[in-house]
């Protein structure tokens, strides 16, 4: 009997609570969804120390924020997405809709930013806009071996390639890149990327820089490249795609 008047009462409960505007247990007791979809998205800062980062690549990191202060210097950020308008600028200029997959491209990361911290690329990037010239510490990790012992030279030719990137102050790509091996570098070692802008001809930025060890004693390779910017790249190309359209292909040659 005790029990039937119990669910008696639960039954008034709710019927004066959908009558009169009360909270009903079975759900106010329970957290507020959090609506995802108006919330700001914080991605992560990757050009940051972690546990990972060696006591070189510290000690660097903190003597270029000291130079960070008077404002000649600036740390660039990294996230493993690009910006949403790079993003669609390369969909609009370059991408075939045929393949253009929102759920793949969704999914898309920086190639340089997608290993776990200490395992393949560690790097953060100081840029000076006054001498036009960037400096990166970098770190390769163990999932960047080639050699047995040393760094993989095709890694440390996508690094070059990401700092003299940096040097354009926008979206660009790589029309030319030349590098000098000099001497192999070992694995999980720091080096200091010394880039700069050399010229400008109209559109295009001719670039060079230097890899060497921390203490500056070491050279290890020397690299000169030439990058076009994203839409006039884009522009280029689709009006030349249009002119050698049924002739078969033609090379076009920046």
């Given at each position: ?70 404002g000649s210097w600036e740390r660039l950020p990294s996230y493993k997405r690009r910006s949403t308008q790079e ?168």
């Amino acid at each position: 009997m005790l029990r039937s008047c119990t669910a008696g009462l639960r039954s008034i409960w709710a019927l004066r609570g959908r009558r009169e505007g009360a909270p009903r247990l079975s759900t106010d007791l329970q957290p507020a969804r959090r609506l995802f979809s108006t919330e700001k998205v914080i991605h992560k800062d990757w050009a940051l120390p972690n546990p990972s980062w060696s006591k070189d690549l510290k000690l660097l990191f903190d003597q270029f924020m000291k130079k960070c202060e008077d404002g000649s210097w600036e740390r660039l950020p990294s996230y493993k997405r690009r910006s949403t308008q790079e993003s669609e600028d390369f969909k609009t200029y370059f991408l075939d809709p045929k393949l253009g997959e929102e759920e793949r491209l969704s999914q898309a990361q920086l190639f340089t930013r997608g290993f776990e911290d200490g395992l393949g690329f560690e790097y953060v990037i100081f840029k000076n806009n006054d001498e036009k010239r960037t400096v990166c510490l970098f770190q390769g990790g163990p999932y960047l071996q080639g050699v047995p012992g040393l760094l993989h030279g095709g890694a440390m030719a996508t690094m070059i390639d990401v700092a003299l990137g940096s040097c354009t102050g926008g979206a660009v790509m790589t029309a030319n890149l030349n590098i000098n091996f000099k001497r192999p570098v070992p694995l999980c070692s720091v080096v200091v990327i010394n880039s700069q802008l050399d010229k400008l001809e109209g559109r295009k930025l001719f670039l060079s820089c230097n890899v060497r060890s921390v203490d500056e004693k070491t050279l290890y390779s020397e690299a000169t490249g030439k990058k076009l910017p994203l839409a006039i790249l884009g522009l280029v190309s689709a009006v030349w795609g249009f002119f050698c359209l049924g002739r078969g292909g033609v090379d076009l040659v920046f």
